[in-house]
């Protein structure tokens, strides 16, 4: 497993933007595929966005056209950019790298929309 540590999140009026970050201490960052998901109070977690080794990303319905997961493989830190955020958008944002069969995640960071 690698450490995640996720910055980036806090207060945000709708319809404003948020850009996530997740530092990872993976020392071959290229080979993880690597997601965001969230949780919401009383709600399961979601997976949100993945990008896989090659580049290729897909988004849950909810966020398609309005968040991007990126990477910087030099960096091994994974992105989410969250625009035209909307109060059902608050939650809390995890990261998570994957290989093979095993899930390293990061503590989470509180995104607040407010109306």
């Known amino acids: 497993q690698v450490q995640l540590v996720e910055s980036g999140g806090g207060l945000v009026q709708t319809g404003g933007s948020l850009r996530l970050s997740c530092a990872t201490s993976a020392n071959i960052f290229d080979i993880y595929i690597l997601n965001w998901y969230r949780q919401a109070p009383g709600k399961q977690r979601e997976l949100l966005a993945t990008i896989s080794t090659a580049g290729s990303t897909h988004y849950a319905d909810s966020v398609k056209g309005r968040f991007t997961i990126s990477r910087d493989n030099a960096k091994s830190t994974v992105y989410l950019q969250m625009n035209s955020l909307k109060p059902e958008d608050t939650a809390v944002y995890y990261c998570?790298?994957?290989?093979?069969?095993?899930?390293?995640w990061g503590q989470g960071t509180q995104v607040t929309v407010s109306s």
């Open positions: 998570n790298a994957r290989l093979r069969a095993i899930d390293s």
